[in-house]
Antibody, heavy 119, light 112 residues
């Protein structure tokens, strides 16, 4: 079965950094585009970042551009999100999601990891 | 990168049909047939319900259907059931220079 398991969330002060991980299993990671999507407490979903199959192409939402970096290690079946210069408004649950055969078809999601940015 | 527009809430009785709209622009919903819909229950991850405007993943009941006209996509749920209650989000691929993915603000469905 396909499984995505996020980790690395926690409490961090404004201006700090965190590195999120997403462990993938049940499918061949290097044949899928992957995304990070976040959800602030009580709010809606917000797309954060995209990685092409071998990591050659990365895209970011306007709110995180220049601060977050997506990467992947296909040999270790893992996706990462390095988050720097964190702001209070970056708080929320971060999900990794697999893109199926169609752009924006997020067909599998992890359970999410909670990031709290607070002093 | 502006969010897509959805109604904040809709409601219906068991057995009835409801429709949730999702309005964007010609750079996203109107320009591509890459609209998807997600269901989310409290404390859970979103679940894909429709993709490519009208296609259902395996396991999603055919009570769920999608359509698009211009820059507005719609999700229709027929024969409402209690377990359909939850939050629904639309999403669309967008490209007005740089590719991006947009979500709607979400619609809370209440089954009366």
């Amino acid at each position: 079965d396909v499984q995505l398991v996020e980790s690395g969330g926690g409490l961090v002060q404004p201006g700090g950094s965190l590195r999120l991980s997403c462990a993938a299993s049940g499918f061949t990671l290097n044949t899928y585009k992957m995304h990070w999507v976040r959800q602030a407490p009580g709010r809606g979903l917000e797309w954060v970042s995209h990685s092409s199959e071998i990591g050659a192409n990365a895209l970011y939402g306007d709110s995180v551009k220049g601060r977050f970096t997506i990467s992947r290690d296909n040999a270790r079946n893992s996706l990462f999100l390095q988050m720097n210069s964190l702001r209070v408004e970056d708080s929320g649950v971060y999900y990794c999601a697999r893109e199926g055969g169609v752009p924006g078809d997020f067909d599998w999601w992890g359970q999410g990891t909670l990031v709290t940015v607070s002093s | 990168q502006s969010a897509l527009t959805q109604p904040a809430s809709v409601s219906g009785s068991p057995g009835q049909s409801i429709t949730i709209s999702c309005t964007g622009t010609s750079s996203d919903v109107g320009g591509y047939n890459y609209v998807s819909w997600y269901q989310q229950h409290p404390g859970k991850a979103p679940k894909l319900m429709l993709y490519a405007v009208t296609d259902r993943p395996s396991g999603v009941p055919d009570r769920f259907s999608g359509s698009k006209s211009g820059s507005t996509a719609s999700l229709t749920i027929s024969g409402l059931q209690a377990e359909d209650e939850g939050d629904y989000y639309c999403s669309s691929y967008s490209n007005s220079g740089t590719p991006a993915w947009l979500f709607g603000g979400g619609t809370k469905l209440t089954v009366l």
